[in-house]
């Protein structure tokens, strides 16, 4: 559950993603036990205070809490800092937008480009977009954001199997339609999502024997299966690999929000495994590979992370019954985008108030 404020009310919204109602401002607030056990609440996100101190409404608020407490709900108190350093993880299809037959259909929506905006205004928000798409596609839709320079993570890298890896691919191609190759700076796709399902999947099975017994053992390199597709990439430029890479190079930011769908997001998610269960102490990360073979002309050691345990927050896109190593989960994109919103205070476009479905994956 959700408590936020809109015009002075408390308004909350279930952990279904479904709006609520508002709370019976009393002194015991006393439509709050019910809702409890009406939408079972296991946890409750507050805000309190400012980035400059507590307000009046907050002790207000603490009565708010206490009832939770007496409930059993685990309460997190949430206050703005205007300091904190800021970082923001997200696949593009699948996360950002919706999965579409032709990728080329994948467009930002309205409301995307302004959770992007916002975020990116901000100085003390660090954004990355870790996507399998090419430079091209997204310096074309996202490019007027803040964008840092482009890196090449393959410079150094033996990329002499691509052909054979190619010539495979290729074999597969010619044994159905609705199907294409994709080549890329770091990688090479398979796609097959117009084909049809069956024979589609039966290919793919095969293509991905061949890779396996044949190249796979002599190459440093590993095939990722994808949602209709197969995707071969160094060993060293996975999203966990850059995921490493980019908080090994800002060990400083105290909050992390990473979201995917795919089973190649759940590499950035593993790699956001910083703690130990039940840890508090600070975590310590050793240079990753994707720091020491893109760069081994200098000595590197190991960083202090500044992030705490409760400031990680991973979060897997799709149906809730799905796998993850992620800690929380939502069902769609638009949930995703309107978690952003949500947390620089804009409302979506054609919605009358913010959505938001956090629930603890299993």
Not at 47 to 54: F, K, L, Q, V
Not at 77 to 88: G, I, Q, V, Y
Not at 220 to 229: A, D, Q, S, Y
């Given at each position: 559950?959700?408590?936020?404020?809109t015009?002075?009310?408390?308004k909350?919204?279930?952990?279904?993603g479904?709006?609520?109602?508002?709370?019976?401002?009393?002194?015991?607030?006393?439509?709050?036990?019910?809702?409890?056990?009406?939408?079972?609440?296991?946890?409750a996100?507050?805000?309190?205070?400012?980035?400059?101190?507590?307000t009046?409404r907050?002790?207000?608020?603490s009565k708010?809490?206490?009832v939770?407490?007496?409930?059993?709900?685990?309460?997190?108190e949430?206050?703005?800092?205007?300091?904190?350093?800021r970082?923001?993880?997200?696949?593009?299809d699948?996360t950002f937008?919706?999965?579409?037959?032709?990728?080329?259909m994948?467009?930002?929506?309205?409301?995307?480009?302004?959770?992007l905006?916002?975020?990116?205004?901000?100085?003390?928000?660090?954004?990355y977009?870790v996507?399998?798409r090419?430079?091209?596609?997204?310096?074309e839709?996202?490019?007027?954001?803040r964008?840092a320079?482009?890196?090449n993570?393959?410079?150094?890298?033996?990329?002499?199997?691509v052909?054979?890896v190619?010539?495979?691919?290729?074999?597969?191609?010619?044994r159905?339609?609705g199907?294409?190759?994709?080549?890329?700076?770091?990688?090479i796709?398979?796609?097959?999502?117009?084909?049809?399902?069956?024979w589609?999947?039966f290919?793919c099975?095969q293509?991905?024997?061949?890779?396996d017994?044949?190249?796979?053992p002599?190459?440093?390199?590993?095939?990722?299966?994808?949602?209709?597709?197969l995707?071969?990439q160094?060993?060293?430029?996975n999203?966990?690999?850059?995921?490493?890479?980019?908080?090994y190079?800002?060990?400083?930011?105290?909050f992390?929000?990473?979201?995917?769908d795919?089973?190649?997001d759940e590499d950035?998610f593993?790699?956001?495994?910083l703690?130990?269960?039940?840890?508090?102490?600070?975590?310590t990360?050793?240079?990753?590979?994707s720091v020491?073979?893109?760069?081994?002309?200098?000595?590197?050691?190991d960083?202090?992370?500044?992030?705490?345990p409760e400031?990680?927050f991973?979060?897997a896109?799709?149906?809730?019954?799905?796998?993850?190593?992620?800690?929380?989960h939502?069902t769609?994109?638009?949930?995703?985008?309107?978690?952003i919103?949500?947390?620089v205070?804009?409302t979506?476009q054609?919605?009358?108030?913010v959505?938001?479905?956090h629930?603890?994956?299993?």
């Amino acid at each position: 559950m959700h408590v936020f404020r809109t015009n002075s009310v408390l308004k909350y919204l279930d952990a279904r993603g479904e709006a609520g109602g508002d709370f019976i401002d009393d002194d015991l607030f006393s439509n709050l036990e019910p809702l409890v056990i009406q939408l079972s609440v296991k946890e409750a996100i507050i805000p309190t205070g400012t980035a400059s101190g507590t307000t009046e409404r907050d002790l207000d608020l603490s009565k708010l809490i206490a009832v939770f407490k007496r409930c059993g709900v685990v309460v997190t108190e949430h206050k703005p800092s205007d300091t904190r350093t800021r970082l923001f993880l997200f696949d593009y299809d699948g996360t950002f937008t919706p999965i579409f037959k032709m990728p080329s259909m994948a467009l930002p929506s309205p409301n995307a480009l302004t959770a992007l905006e916002k975020i990116t205004s901000d100085p003390n928000n660090i954004v990355y977009i870790v996507s399998g798409r090419d430079q091209a596609f997204l310096e074309e839709h996202l490019g007027h954001f803040r964008v840092a320079a482009w890196m090449n993570f393959t410079a150094s890298l033996d990329m002499g199997w691509v052909e054979e890896v190619a010539e495979i691919f290729r074999y597969h191609t010619e044994r159905m339609n609705g199907n294409h190759i994709e080549m890329k700076k770091s990688s090479i796709t398979w796609h097959y999502r117009s084909s049809d399902p069956e024979w589609g999947q039966f290919q793919c099975r095969q293509c991905q024997d061949s890779l396996d017994n044949n190249i796979v053992p002599k190459r440093p390199i590993e095939v990722l299966v994808g949602k209709k597709n197969l995707e071969v990439q160094p060993i060293t430029v996975n999203k966990g690999e850059i995921v490493k890479r980019i908080l090994y190079q800002n060990p400083g930011v105290e909050f992390i929000f990473c979201a995917g769908d795919d089973k190649t997001d759940e590499d950035m998610f593993r790699a956001l495994l910083l703690f130990p269960p039940s840890s508090t102490s600070k975590a310590t990360m050793e240079p990753p590979l994707s720091v020491t073979l893109i760069d081994n002309t200098k000595e590197y050691g190991d960083v202090e992370l500044a992030v705490s345990p409760e400031a990680v927050f991973t979060t897997a896109v799709g149906h809730s019954s799905k796998r993850t190593l992620a800690s929380w989960h939502v069902t769609t994109p638009e949930e995703v985008v309107e978690h952003i919103l949500f947390l620089v205070g804009e409302t979506p476009q054609g919605d009358e108030g913010v959505i938001v479905s956090h629930c603890r994956s299993p």
